[in-house]
């Protein structure tokens, strides 16, 4: 799986008058009407506790130069909004100069191995002029646009 490309998502939620969040690449549009997303959290993540009580959580999609914000959310969980440029928007705790924002409330989850796929009904999306970050091979970038003529029509 380590080949497969994927965006770089903070996913955040808001309890007891702190930010809590982690980083996630498994974020995948669902369903455009309803507009729905997925995401996976780790079983052994307090955030999952978090998101289930609160039936809330953010999506921050990262931009390009923000991949120490990437590697800050995955280490230790005391660090991670430390240095971060954030907001509560919606009630949920939105970095700031990401490539895109969603507030969304579970619709649904279930256990699936070792994480649980949530379902999340999108209530707000916004975009920011950023290029998107991506994951591959342990390694962040971005994906390059192929000019118009190279581009493939399905």
């Excluded at 969980?77 to 009630?91: I, M």
Aim: glycine content about 10%; proline content about 5%; hydrophobic content about 40%.
């Amino acid at each position: 799986m380590a080949r497969v490309t994927g965006p770089v998502v903070v996913i955040t939620a808001y309890e007891n008058d702190a930010p809590h969040g982690t980083t996630v690449s498994s974020l995948a549009s669902l369903s455009l009407n309803p507009a729905m997303i997925s995401v996976a959290l780790d079983n052994a993540s307090s955030l999952l506790g978090i998101v289930r009580r609160t039936k809330t959580f953010g999506v921050n999609i990262l931009a390009v130069d923000q991949y120490d914000c990437a590697a800050r959310f995955a280490g230790p969980r005391q660090h991670r909004f430390t240095g971060t440029e954030w907001e509560v928007c919606g009630g949920l705790p939105r970095l700031t100069g990401t490539s895109a924002w969603l507030e969304c409330a579970i619709a649904r989850d279930f256990t699936a191995g070792d994480h649980t796929l949530i379902l999340g009904d999108v209530a707000v999306c916004s975009i920011g002029e950023n290029a998107p970050l991506a994951y591959s091979q342990r390694n962040y970038g971005a994906l390059g646009i192929l000019p118009s003529s190279r581009a493939i029509s399905l």
